[in-house]
């Protein structure tokens, strides 16, 4: 916690204070805006003051109307939060949010699409939760491809947060495909038969010179399709909503996880794996063995390094275990991994 935090809290704080008091202005944005100039790397120091970790709502439409839910399920479920509820939702809103408000355990942020790439990269984020891309940015924002362009790189740059995305928008679909991070589609599974009386945006599929098809069409490009020619499709759904009822009062809906996407709780996030040697006593290939940690939300890489977790060694365990070693990273034989597996319970002490 550098001179330059200390200096950009205090003229975030002094001009808060000045625009509540003196101008009877909110505060929502240029305190985060001049704390940003005196310290260009402030969101990095405040991303602590959400112990939990954060979510960031992004999308054309409904930004601020999903992101205040959230917030409001997260309060319901008896958390606290940082939240810019006011939809100042560049990186200086967001920034004026975790200044102002009082530490807490999740930080719940809208931002605009084209910021995600000056905000997530700092915040590192647990979630990105991606509604749908529009057009209607044209004028401000350039073609689509570009906003699209512009999340993959920011979620590249913080490889361990989780995207949550509309598998019905193809554009936020094509998002998901491109990128390394671990995405959790979810969607509407039934047909609202609404008016079509808007033009659909995504008419061209993106992954070949194909065209997107509809089994149906809720409302723009949203809703069920597949390419006539390639294997782009809408993927198939972990989170859905049935049985969908939309009146005066608005939309009543079932959520339902579905089976085959059953969340399996991310106690292995943030720690790296590398596996070596064979498996004999499981018979598990070491893909497997991979695939069962990544689902448990650990990162799984080739080679050995300082920035390593874990290095797991089977039998006739070569040059990874030495480096291992060498290094100092912590070895697990079979049995560890397998007891790590089934209870999720990480090793402490090796
Ligand atoms: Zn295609």
């Not at 950009?8 to 985060?32: D, I, M």
């Amino acid at each position: 916690m550098g001179m330059r935090f200390t200096l950009a809290k205090a003229a975030g704080a002094v001009s808060t204070w000045g625009l509540r008091h003196v101008a009877h202005r909110p505060a929502a944005n240029l305190p985060g805006k001049i704390a940003l100039k005196v310290d260009p790397a402030l969101l990095d120091e405040l991303r602590g003051k959400c112990a939990e970790g954060s979510v960031i709502t992004v999308g054309t439409n409904g930004k601020t109307s999903t992101n205040n839910l959230l917030a409001d399920a997260f309060e319901a479920a008896g958390r606290t939060i940082i939240c810019n509820r006011t939809g100042a939702n560049l990186a200086a809103g967001i920034a004026s949010a975790l200044l102002q408000q009082p530490a807490a355990q999740w930080g719940v942020f809208e931002c605009d699409e084209l910021w995600l790439a000056h905000v997530l990269p700092h915040l590192r984020s647990r979630y990105v939760l991606l509604l749908n891309l529009f057009r209607d940015q044209l004028d401000r924002c350039g073609e689509i491809d570009r906003i699209q362009t512009s999340i993959a790189g920011a979620l590249a740059a913080s490889p361990d947060t989780v995207l949550l995305y509309n598998a019905d928008d193809p554009l936020c679909a094509r998002i998901a495909d491109t990128v390394v991070n671990r995405s959790i589609p979810f969607g509407l599974d039934e047909d609202l038969k609404l008016a079509q009386n808007t033009v659909a945006d995504a008419q061209m599929c993106q992954k070949c010179d194909g065209m997107v098809r509809y089994r149906y069409r809720q409302y723009g490009q949203l809703g069920d399709y597949f390419c006539d020619q390639c294997d782009f499709a809408r993927p198939a759904l972990v989170y859905a909503g049935r049985d969908i009822a939309i009146g005066a009062a608005g939309v009543t809906m079932a959520a339902e996880a579905m089976e085959a996407g059953e969340e399996v709780p991310q106690v292995l996030s943030g720690l790296t794996f590398v596996l070596t040697g064979t498996l004999a006593a499981s018979g598990m290939t070491r893909d497997e063995a991979g695939a069962r940690l990544k689902a448990m939300g650990a990162k799984v890489s080739g080679s050995v390094s300082k920035k390593t977790s874990f290095v797991v060694a089977g039998e006739s365990a070569g040059s990874k275990y030495d480096k291992a070693v060498s290094l100092g990273v912590p070895v697990l034989d079979e049995a560890a991994l397998l007891h790590l597996l089934e209870t999720g319970e990480v090793p402490r002490d090796i």
